[in-house]
């Protein structure tokens, strides 16, 4: 069965701070990979995806960045947090065939910038 | 370009009882894919129930079921029996088949509370 895990669960960090999010998926090759954002109650933004490695691309810019550095692995960054990257964030995985686009998600990385 | 809206923000129902959830969707793609998720109080988002556009017949999944009114560009989530468990939010989202990021577009969400 595949797993989908982010990491950290939660973080506090500063404006002006760096900033790395992660999400490993388990137990399924080749997946399409995404980044959503989700303001508190509001609805899923796509941020970026992958469809395989080293090759994302940006939907929403919001002065972030993602790498896939592996095939099981997309990671979310900055270098310079602003308060408006608050939110939660959720990592995704769809089928790389017959792809309706039907996703799974990970657990969410929660992110407060203060 | 497509879109997705829910305009129901919230909902309350009494345990047992049945419950419908809204969603209009608009595309210029005569091939899409009709979903709908639920977030839960801790934030995991889990899929629930598909619909093919091709597909004339409504699917269903356990007490979950799809009301999908093509002419209409509508697709309501009808859940039957509800549990308390059932409260949390509900995303409906759509992909056009064309959509080259392979992503689908989600809705505002709609707050279902389940009451005893």
């Known amino acids: 069965a595949q797993t989908i895990h982010q990491w950290p669960v939660a973080e506090i960090k500063a404006v002006g701070s760096p900033l790395s999010l992660g999400c490993t998926i388990k137990g399924k090759s080749s997946p399409n990979l995404y980044w959503y954002w989700q303001a508190t109650g509001g609805t899923l933004q796509q941020l970026f995806y992958s469809i395989t490695v080293g090759q994302v691309e940006s939907v929403v810019q919001l002065n972030l960045s993602a790498s896939r550095p592996k095939d099981d692995q997309f990671i979310l960054s900055t270098e310079k947090l602003l308060l408006s990257h608050s939110g939660f964030y959720l990592c995704?995985?769809?089928?790389?065939?017959?792809?309706?686009?039907?996703?799974?998600f990970g657990e969410g990385s929660k992110l407060t910038v203060l | 370009a497509q879109k997705v809206t829910q305009t129901q923000t919230s909902i309350s129902v009494v345990e047992k009882t049945t419950v419908t959830m809204d969603c209009v969707y608009e595309t210029r793609d005569s091939s899409y894919f009709l979903f709908w998720y639920k977030q839960t109080a801790s934030g995991e988002i889990v899929f629930l129930i598909r619909q093919d556009s091709y597909k004339k017949e409504n699917a269903t999944v356990g007490h979950y079921s799809l009301n999908f009114q093509k002419p209409k560009s509508s697709i309501g989530l009808i859940i039957t029996a509800t549990q308390i468990e059932d409260s949390a939010v509900y995303f409906c989202?759509?992909?056009?088949?064309?959509?080259?990021?392979?992503?689908?577009?989600f809705g505002a969400g709609t707050k279902l509370s389940v009451k005893p």
């Open positions: 989202a759509m992909r056009e088949a064309r959509n080259n990021n392979n992503a689908p577009r």
């Open positions: 995704a995985w769809s089928k790389d065939w017959g792809n309706t686009g039907q996703l799974y």
